[in-house]
């Protein structure tokens, strides 16, 4: 929901840090991939209780992802198989940050953990499958004209999930409840993204229906 927003704000901000990265030779898919390994760092520290320590690792995380796209765009590396290690990199992280959180405390955060897992995995499906018959039917991308792929907005989208991810580091005590209203949150995101994909897709077809009927 507020990916349109803040995305606008941040993209000028990566600008100067990009153009230092493509004087060094790095590429944007290895940054994603070093991007990847730093979140990932994020699971033991939070399975140890080292909340802080995660939420650095995180940040970091977020900070070189938004990095490795407009990297990618700066230096003209764009590209289907760059879009493609990007999202599949970022929905393992997303769904191992609730992962760290249920080893901290599998008693108390284990049945939060998986129901937030689970809308996870409808939020990610939905999205991505959508974004495959966008493709087919060559929607246009309004919103986010820079993405490799389809954006299809929802209640929980990237900025929303950071958010909580930082909440949790901070209110670790509290796993359960944040959790469990998000997974919430993202219900309603699946039910809205099936919803209006599935009505955009028909429309789309039957447009090309009556198209062809006319053309024949």
């Known amino acids: 929901m507020l990916d349109k927003f803040v995305t606008p704000i941040i993209k000028p901000l990566l ?66 198989a760059g ?13 191992a940050i609730p992962l760290g959180f249920i080893l901290a405390n599998p008693a108390q955060n284990a049945i939060a953990g998986a129901i937030l897992l689970a809308t996870f995995i409808g939020t990610g499906s939905s999205f991505l499958a959508f974004a495959i018959a966008a493709e087919k039917f060559k929607l246009d991308k309004p919103q986010f004209k820079y993405k ?15 958010a909580l991810f930082v909440a949790f580091c901070i209110w670790p005590q509290h796993f359960a409840i944040m959790a469990s209203l998000f997974a919430a949150a993202c219900a309603i995101t699946i039910f809205t993204r ?11 077809e039957a447009n090309i229906s009556k198209t062809e009927a006319t053309n024949g």
Do not use: C
């Open 148 to 162: 490799s792929f389809y954006y299809l907005n929802g209640l929980t989208e990237g900025t929303e999930t950071i």
């Open 15 to 80: 600008t100067p840090v990009v153009m230092l990265i493509n004087k060094s030779g790095i590429t944007a898919n290895q940054l994603t991939v070093f991007g990847f390994l730093v979140g990932m760092f994020a699971v033991p520290l939070l399975a140890f209780e080292m909340w802080y320590g995660a939420l650095i690792a995180i940040a970091l995380n977020r900070i070189l992802d938004g990095l490795d796209g407009a990297l990618a765009r700066y230096a003209n590396q764009s590209s289907s």
């Open 194 to 204: 099936i919803y209006g994909g599935y009505h955009t897709l028909k429309q789309q």
């Open 83 to 95: 879009g493609f290690l990007d999202i599949t990199l970022d929905f393992l992280f997303y769904a």
